[in-house]
């Protein structure tokens, strides 16, 4: 099983800021089938990037994903009050499917 | 534009069974792969399973050990999820998701459910 770590836990910033979230895999991700997924309190995730660096239809550009093989990245160039949220990441090469635990970006 | 609403969800006992069910509108349900991932309380994302679009073949968490069936019901548009030998651990919000396509790998979740809650409890 592909375990993803995502760092950090919790990130702290205002909004205009820039915000990097980190994912990590146990082994390397095959073609970089690597999505991020954003979730708000009571709803459900909502598709952000796949593919480690395409965005999903009618995502604003300031969210940005890149990275290959067992880092990837996902960057939020100038964070709005509405990207307050959490944050995962999502592996899809290979079978079991597994997500990361997540990283909260919450205003400072 | 695609919808998926989820229902099925309660309170079960230990050890009982319910029966999800995802009813579906606003694309060809028969030409994509469906799965269902959890969350339990407060918790991170679980992939649950995936069943391709002619329901041939279904792959499902190592976690699940044969206690959890997926199926589909292509005529009337809906996606299944049977479980059963419940344990408190399967407490959780239960999400129908879209693949973004007909295959179980390589390709992305690319719309959920707003989810049903599972609750195992005495």
């Known amino acids: 099983e592909v375990v993803l770590t995502q760092s950090p836990g919790t990130l702290s910033l205002s909004p205009g800021e820039r915000a990097t979230l980190s994912c990590r895999a146990s082994?390397?991700?095959?073609?970089?089938?690597v999505a991020w997924y954003q979730q708000k309190p009571g709803q459900a995730p909502r598709l952000l990037i796949y593919g480690a660096s395409t965005r999903a239809t009618g995502i604003p550009d300031r969210f940005s994903g890149s990275g290959s093989g067992a880092d990837f990245t996902l960057t939020i160039s100038r964070l709005e009050p509405e990207d307050f949220a959490v944050f995962y990441c999502?592996?899809?090469?290979?079978?079991?499917?597994?997500f990361g635990g997540g990283t909260k970006v919450e205003i400072k | 534009e695609v919808q998926l609403l989820e229902s099925g969800g309660g309170l079960a006992q230990p050890g009982g069974s319910l029966k999800l069910s995802c009813t579906t509108s606003g694309f060809t349900f028969s030409t994509y792969a469906m799965s269902w991932v959890r969350q339990a309380p407060g918790k991170g994302l679980e992939w649950v399973s995936v069943?391709?679009?002619?329901?041939?073949?279904?792959y499902y968490a190592d976690s699940l050990t044969g206690r959890f069936t997926i199926s589909r019901d292509n005529s009337k548009n809906t996606l299944y999820l049977q479980m059963n030998s419940l344990r408190a651990e399967d407490t959780a919000v239960y999400y129908c998701?879209?693949?973004?396509?007909?295959?179980?790998?390589?390709?992305?979740?690319?719309?959920w459910g707003q989810g049903t809650l599972v609750t195992v409890s005495s």
């Open positions: 069943i391709v679009p002619n329901g041939g073949s279904t």
């Open positions: 082994q390397s991700v095959w073609s970089s089938y």
């Open positions: 998701a879209r693949v973004a396509g007909s295959g179980s790998l390589h390709i992305p979740i690319d719309y």
């Open positions: 999502h592996q899809y090469g290979h079978s079991p499917l597994t």
